[in-house]
């Protein structure tokens, strides 16, 4: 998962953030509000841990901001303050979690579990756009009775594609998601990618087109006209 730790505690960050990225996680931190309000609007993280109080802005008023937005990324947030009403303050606020300080790094771990446990019970493991689904477990592609295998990397992109739903999905943004934060990957492996699901989609019949949108990216398109 692409991970942003909003934390003023810089100790604490880096700590939280070597943890993660042993598990496999890819993590950029950050130490005051206006600094937050710039990495969340790259829309790329899966997950924020997030401190309430910050310099610059406070950590509820963006949460507020996130939500208010549209901004769904689910947000931990990690806080001193641990009297009922500051946790149902920021739940309140749109918070899907509040951890107090200090805590155990086990805890922080089984929290990040169980909230996307959640999260993908609720969603299902199955996305869908006009004629075409996206079974996300087995990395497979379906549309009416046809189905084929797509790698790791397509299915992780075409994820990408089904979540936008029909809208725009920024390059940059779609390389990030797919191949990290710290890529070094080229532009044109995203465009050849997209070439190879343009096949999947050939091969199965598929009325969904993958249009390009030069110097912005991609987004799907439905046309169920024979």
């Known amino acids: 998962m692409n991970i ?36 969340i609007r790259q829309g790329i993280y899966d997950l924020i841990l997030l401190d309430c109080m910050l310099p610059g ?18 947000v931990i947030i990690l806080s001193a303050l641990g009297e009922v009403n500051d946790r149902v303050t920021g739940l309140n606020a749109g918070a899907d979690d509040y951890l107090v300080k200090p805590f155990a790094y086990s805890e922080l771990t089984a929290r990040i579990a169980s909230l996307f446990r959640r999260k993908n019970a609720f969603e299902g493991s199955a996305l869908t756009f006009g004629d075409l689904s996206l079974d996300s477990t087995e990395n497979s592609l379906l549309c ?21 739903d029909g809208k725009t999905a920024d390059r940059t943004v779609l390389l990030h998601k797919v191949w990290g934060l710290d890529t070094s990957v080229e532009s044109s492996n995203l465009d050849n990618y997209i070439y190879f699901l343009r096949k ?4 199965l019949d598929s009325h969904v087109a993958i249009v390009n949108r030069r110097g912005h990216g991609y987004r799907l398109e439905y046309n169920d006209k024979e």
């Open 57 to 74: 802005e406070d950590g509820l008023h963006i949460l507020r901001g996130m939500r208010a937005a549209g901004n769904l990324t689910p």
């Open 144 to 164: 009416g009775d046809k189905k084929c295998a797509l790698s790791q990397t397509e299915s992780e992109l075409m994820r990408q594609l089904l979540q936008a």
């Open 4 to 39: 942003l730790i909003i934390e003023d505690d810089k100790d604490l960050c880096h700590a939280v953030s070597w943890q993660l990225q042993q598990e496999g996680h890819r993590v950029d931190c950050c130490h005051d509000g206006g600094e937050a309000v710039l990495y």
């Open 200 to 203: 999947r989609l050939k091969t």
